[in-house]
């Protein structure tokens, strides 16, 4: 899989509230491996982890319209 890696951007801080809300916290469970192979991609793309694994999920997405068409939209969780 290949990252493409995007210009880092500033959030002004009025953006700030809005980002914070659309941000969903997890906690992903994957292998040792897994997890320190992708540290070692992420610190190759000059990437923390966390966006490292971002990126790479939203190239899986990304792909996976290309050649299938648009997921279809989630519904919002309510908070």
Known sequence: MAVKKV???QTSTDNVDELEK???FTQ???SEDTF???KILASVYDLSFNAFVLL???NEIQNYESGHGELPKPIKLER
Do not use: C, H, P, W
Request: proline share 0%.
């Open 36 to 38: 320190l192979k992708s």
């Open 22 to 24: 659309s941000i969903i």
């Open 28 to 30: 992903l469970r994957i």
């Open 56 to 58: 790479a999920i939203k």
């Open 7 to 9: 210009a880092k951007t």
